[in-house]
């Protein structure tokens, strides 16, 4: 392999670095939700409605591969917490709009909650895990890491 088959990402200096298998994971585990959503609104008669979620897929799994692809001129904390700052606005309103504008045969489908809890959670999980991942990258008992390197 050469020089130019590999590309350097940015060291953080803590805890959080660019890792293939994580960063990927973190993206389509936290759009994979939508495809479903967005396939039963869809067969369900309310194509409109199924492009928000569907949309919203596609424009989050791009922002994760155009923010994997500036791993080397971007540092893998600030680029998690855009990532992060992103669901957090993508999620609630998913959810949200499916609640309010999916039709009663859509949300069965869907084996949608009826009680409130799940709808707190949707708008909370994304901003719990930014504050306990900038616990984790902030906090004291943090050394720096050795440099790696990350292959395309």
């Keep these: 392999m050469n020089k130019s088959d590999c590309k350097s990402a940015m060291i953080g200096p803590r805890r959080f ?5 994580g960063w990927c994971g973190g993206v389509f585990g936290g759009s994979a939700w939508l495809v479903p959503i967005a396939a039963i609104l869809a067969f369900n008669g309310q194509p409109k409605l199924a492009i928000l979620p569907a949309g919203s897929c596609v424009l989050m799994n791009l922002l994760g591969a155009v ?8 540092l893998p904390f600030p680029a998690l917490m855009g990532l ?16 309010l504008y999916a039709t ?7 084996n949608w909650p009826q009680h409130a809890m799940p709808s707190i959670l949707a708008a909370l999980i994304c901003p719990v895990i930014i504050a306990w991942f900038c616990i984790l990258e902030y ?3 943090n050394e720096p890491v050795a440099s790696q390197r990350v292959h395309r």
Aim: charged residues 10%; proline residues 5%; neutral net charge.
């Design 84 to 99: 992060l700052a992103a669901f957090s606005v993508s999620t609630p309103l998913i959810w949200f709009a499916t609640s």
């Design 17 to 21: 670095q660019w890792q293939v298998s």
């Design 104 to 110: 009663p045969e859509s949300l069965a489908s869907l």
């Design 67 to 74: 923010l994997w692809y500036l791993r080397d001129r971007i």
């Design 139 to 141: 906090s004291h008992a």
